[in-house]
């Protein structure tokens, strides 16, 4: 019996190779890998703990550019964050590198939404082919970002280092749903076409400069640490832990934000200036 065979990377099959042992070192990688299910998971982990989901070039009115060297650039080398564009396209290069077979898809975001709410394909996530089958990874989601890697199967509550995730589909539409407060919550729905770069570009533009967008108006800023999930919107930060309560309180200054970006985000700022005069508008 011949050995079964695994798609190849599809989607810009040479992209530019990232610097893999700067991104390792970034979060905190140690000793070897293996394009299998345990480096997978491990990488979602340790990358959502070390990079911030954050938005702070679409509202600060700066580019947001998806090529592999400007996010190199910016994730690993700056010590920035991101939104499920970079995040997932860096996630994706760097998975490549290391011998994954990934397929980059896009989603339909629902969370807050009601189940049959028609919204654009703005968000991205990945398809990945393991030789036990195919998994979903999405280091991009915010607030309940996936920090591990899901196979794809439907109604199977699967654990992850943070909430139970599952899947179910539908006639060929798939819904990615978490467990908050002991109830399956809708996060996106998505379909297993593949998506190119250009898909990405005009959704990003979409999310990034569109005055419509949510992202070029509010603060957002989530990261996912071992048993807890940090939350910024704006001036309210919260510690999410859990196995237990939520622990708010509203931040009383641009300065005080600043600090809190940098310190519980790990969100480092060449020239903070331009975010405090930013931020001065959530206190006006």
């Not at 997932?88 to 989603?107: E, I, Q, S, Y």
């Not at 280091?139 to 309940?144: A, H, K």
């Amino acid at each position: 019996m011949p050995a079964p065979r695994y798609p190849a990377p599809v989607d810009n099959p040479t992209p530019p190779a990232v610097d893999l042992a700067a991104y390792l070192q970034r979060i905190g990688w140690a000793g070897p890998y293996a394009p299998d299910r345990e480096t997978l998971k491990r990488l979602a982990s340790l990358h959502t703990a070390a990079i911030p989901f954050e938005n702070l070039n679409p509202l600060l009115r700066m580019p947001v550019p998806l090529d592999l060297v400007s996010l190199q650039a910016k994730l690993v080398a700056a010590r920035r964050g991101g939104y499920c564009f970079e995040h997932n396209t860096l996630f994706a290069g760097v998975l490549r590198d290391m011998g994954f077979a990934v397929t980059t898809l896009a989603a339909r975001v629902l969370w807050g939404r009601p189940e049959d709410a028609i919204t654009p394909r703005s968000h991205m996530l990945l398809r990945v082919d393991l030789p036990e089958g195919p998994f979903i990874a999405d280091v991009g989601f915010g607030g309940l970002t996936l920090t591990g890697a899901l196979e794809l199967k439907a109604d199977v509550p699967q654990p992850t280092p943070h909430e139970r995730f599952r899947l179910v589909e539908h006639e060929g539409v798939w819904r990615m749903q978490a467990l908050v407060r002991g109830e399956w919550s809708s996060l996106y729905r998505f379909d297993l076409e593949l998506q190119h770069a250009i898909d990405y570009e005009v959704a990003n533009w979409y999310v990034a400069a569109n005055p419509a967008s949510h992202f070029v108006h509010h603060l957002m800023a989530a990261r996912a640490l071992p048993g807890r999930r940090l939350a910024l919107m704006d001036r309210d930060f919260a510690v999410h832990a859990l196995h237990g309560d939520t622990e708010r309180r509203t931040l009383q200054s641009p300065d005080e934000i600043a600090e809190v970006l940098e310190r519980e985000f790990g969100i480092a700022m060449s020239d903070a200036s331009i975010l405090r005069e930013r931020l001065e508008l959530f206190f006006t």
